[in-house]
């Protein structure tokens, strides 16, 4: 079946580093990938994605990366803020467009 | 603020009891999602609603679940009877037609099962 999965639950990071949080994917016809922040008591919200067609993606402090051969995700965080500790998911689109989430990955940045 | 809003924020139901969970779209957004969070948990998917249609309720147990989207007014997620087993975050979302890669996200109820 389909499934998304994170290789890391939790990781810390001091305040001013880089962040690099990983997803490992397992449907290969997938052409659609987003990762969301969730703080504490709130929802889901966009960050960056990507489509299958692309290797790489930059928003702003953020970079995703795809490798379509071993079927990985990942996201990359500059200069790592106090603001950016939430739990990340990544996601996928499904072919009956409905989200598939992976469990995600809580990113603790340390002063 | 015409994001995705959710009502009640957090819902207290003794077993036996119903729950009814609101869930009103970006305005303009025709399509909802209901997703399920468990604690330390990702999201699960559990229905996909248009108006006045269920488009896909494959993630939605068989009993006690069920879920509208009426031309006017909000979505609703409907549980009957409720268990322990279903204390969690419901969370819904919206999109416009045709951009189910658009998916913006309410703050979700909690609910509680006592």
């Known amino acids: 079946g389909e499934s998304v999965g994170l290789h890391l639950p939790t990781l810390s990071v001091q305040e001013g580093d880089n962040s690099i949080i990983n997803c490992a994917y397992s449907n290969s016809a997938s052409d659609y990938f987003i990762w969301y922040k969730q703080e504490s008591g709130k929802g889901p919200q966009f960050i960056i994605d990507?489509?299958?067609?692309?290797d790489k993606r930059q928003g702003q402090r953020v970079t995703v990366l795809l490798n379509k051969t071993v079927k990985h995700l990942s996201l990359q965080i500059a200069a790592t803020q106090p603001g950016d500790s939430a739990v990340y998911f990544c996601a996928e689109i499904s072919t009956t467009d409905k989200l598939i989430f992976g469990t995600g990955t809580r990113l603790q940045v340390f002063p | 603020n015409a994001g995705v809003m959710q009502n009640p924020r957090h819902l207290v139901r003794r077993r036996g009891q119903e729950a009814r969970l609101r869930c009103s779209p970006v305005k303009g957004h025709s399509h909802v999602y209901w997703y399920r969070q468990l604690p330390e948990e990702g999201l699960k998917f559990m229905v996909y609603?248009?108006?006045?249609?269920?488009?896909?309720e494959s993630g939605m147990p068989k009993e006690r679940f069920s879920a509208e989207f009426p031309k006017e007014g909000p979505s609703i997620l409907r549980i009957q009877q409720v268990v322990r087993g279903d204390s969690a975050a419901y969370f819904c979302?919206?999109?416009?037609?045709?951009?189910?890669?658009?998916?913006?996200f309410g703050p979700g109820t909690r609910l509680t099962v006592t």
């Open positions: 990507i489509r299958s067609n692309m």
């Open positions: 979302a919206s999109s416009p037609a045709g951009s189910s890669y658009e998916q913006y």
């Open positions: 609603l248009q108006k006045e249609n269920i488009i896909d």
